[in-house]
């Protein structure tokens, strides 16, 4: 006699991904974003407090480049030239130091941002994405740190020295505002940051099948011509010697994308 007894279930399959964290109502996404958020906003104000205490060296240090292109300068036959930057309104040189502590805040935080974020976001995620992620943003903030120094301690100090330097010193004297100073060096440091993500994009593009290796190095040229607008449009002088330094290091980079493509296992 046949059993009627209904087989037992298989058990799940152990490779299955499954979510980190428990099933939640949106009220509760909110409760839990907001905590993050609360606490990341906790530690950035403890940051900026920090950082406003040694505000004279970390303003220094913003002014190296600057300083860099002054003593180029002189050496070149403009002894005459300010090694000061100027300021026209009352409260100018008050947020210069603190938007520097901001920033440096900003930047000194942002591995506990990005846990905090992570956090948020991990528990929404596969086993398999979380493990896709976790290779990711180590090696994306090592680029945007590697793009910030190269910004800093090359493009800064070479295209100063060109920006500064230009034009007959008997009827162009460079006075530089504070506010202009640093809003210029933030920017040029997070676009470099941005264009230094190039070889992780080409690689996430070359593992999806979206862009394989062959296909890149055949867009080379392509490339070539659009990184030369881009350059152009987000350098904010737009003069020669910034869209060469920020340029070449594009096609650098876009070289070093395709390498690591070629290694990539779709």
């Not at 949106?26 to 906790?42: I, Q």
């Amino acid at each position: 006699m046949a059993d009627s007894q209904t087989p037992p279930a298989p058990p799940p399959d152990s490779s299955d991904p499954e979510p980190l964290g428990k099933q939640m109502t949106f009220s509760e996404h909110l409760e839990e974003l907001r905590g993050h958020v609360k606490r990341s906003v906790v530690a950035l104000v403890l940051l900026v407090v920090v950082a406003f205490a040694f505000q004279d060296a970390l303003a220094h240090l913003v002014m190296l480049p600057f300083l860099d292109a002054i003593t180029w300068i002189k050496d070149h036959g403009r002894p005459d030239i300010d090694p000061r930057l100027t300021t026209i309104d009352p409260t100018e040189a008050v947020f210069f130091h603190l938007k520097i502590a901001f920033y440096a805040a900003l930047i000194l935080g942002l591995p506990y941002f990005l846990y905090e974020m992570w956090r948020f976001i991990a528990a929404g995620l596969y086993a398999k994405e979380r493990k896709a992620v976790m290779r990711v943003l180590p090696v994306s903030f090592v680029l945007l740190a590697i793009g910030i120094a190269f910004c800093f301690f090359v493009v800064l100090p070479i295209g100063l020295r060109f920006m500064l330097g230009y034009g007959n010193p008997e009827y162009i004297k460079p006075e530089i505002r504070v506010e202009s100073y640093l809003s210029f060096v933030v920017m040029l440091s997070l676009l470099m940051g941005v264009v230094f993500q190039l070889p992780l994009v080409q690689v996430v593009l070359a593992k999806f099948s979206i862009l394989p290796a062959r296909t890149q190095s055949e867009y080379r040229r392509a490339f070539i011509m659009g990184s030369l607008v881009a350059a152009a449009v987000i350098t904010p002088t737009g003069d020669a010697v910034t869209l060469l330094l920020v340029s070449v290091p594009m096609f650098v980079l876009y070289e070093i994308g395709i390498l690591a493509a070629r290694r990539v296992r779709t």
